[in-house]
T-cell receptor, first 111, second 110 residues
């Protein structure tokens, strides 16, 4: 059965801290891994990773994929209160477009 | 820039009532899906469609029906609402792996 496991499930930090969110996966016919940010409403797309070892960056956020060890990390440097959200990791199931989501990491950034 | 539009945003139902959650997208995506999100459970797939006239079950399909008569619309029907269906429902459409989500419907069944 395909599955995605995220850790930690919740995290509380102070502004300016750097955080690392983890996502491990087991899926047949792996093609990609996606990260989403969910604030109050709909998840919004952050990154899609398909190749191992290549870092995707967007401002203070970056992500890397390790296809050999079957995990990805999402780093956020110099955190701000606006980074407070649930971060979701997902992989397409069995080569289809069906996404299997992890339970998410709830990040709280305190001023 | 409509993207994926869900209606209603909020709904309260009594146990046993039926209703339809509406979802429409204007991006001409073939793939559409419905998820429910419960605290601590992440997003779980209810039903999905790979194109007009084609639907299939996801991880938690019981108590829900879908149909896809056009590319744009993918309604989700609750046949006989139960308190266990209290949740936030998201519709999504996708051109490939990246999914675009609607703003969600918060449903409470009392």
């Amino acid at each position: 059965e395909d599955k995605v496991v995220q850790s930690p499930l919740s995290l509380v930090v102070h502004e300016g801290d750097t955080v690392t969110l983890n996502c491990s996966y087991e899926v047949t016919n792996f093609r990609s891994l996606l990260w989403y940010k969910q604030e109050k409403k709909a998840p919004t797309f952050l990154f899609m990773l398909t190749s191992s070892g290549i870092e995707k960056k967007s401002g203070r956020l970056s992500s890397i994929l390790d296809k050999k060890e079957l995990f990805s990390i999402l780093n956020i440097t110099a955190t701000q209160t606006g980074d407070s959200a649930i971060y979701l990791c997902a992989v397409p199931q069995g080569g289809s477009e069906k996404l299997v989501f992890g339970k998410g990491t709830k990040l709280t950034v305190n001023p | 820039n409509a993207g994926v539009t869900q209606t209603p945003k909020f709904q309260v139902l009594k146990t046993g009532q039926s209703m339809t959650l509406q979802c429409a997208q204007d991006m001409n995506h073939e793939y559409m899906s419905w998820y429910r999100q419960d605290p601590g459970m992440g997003l779980r797939l209810i039903h999905y469609s790979v194109g007009a006239g084609i639907t299939d079950q996801g991880e938690v399909p019981n108590g829900y029906n879908v149909s896809r008569s056009t590319t744009e619309d993918f309604p989700l029907r609750l046949l006989s609402a139960a308190p266990s269906q209290t949740s936030v429902y998201f519709c999504a459409s996708s051109p490939g792996h990246e999914a675009f989500f609607g703003q969600g419907t918060r449903l409470t069944v009392v």
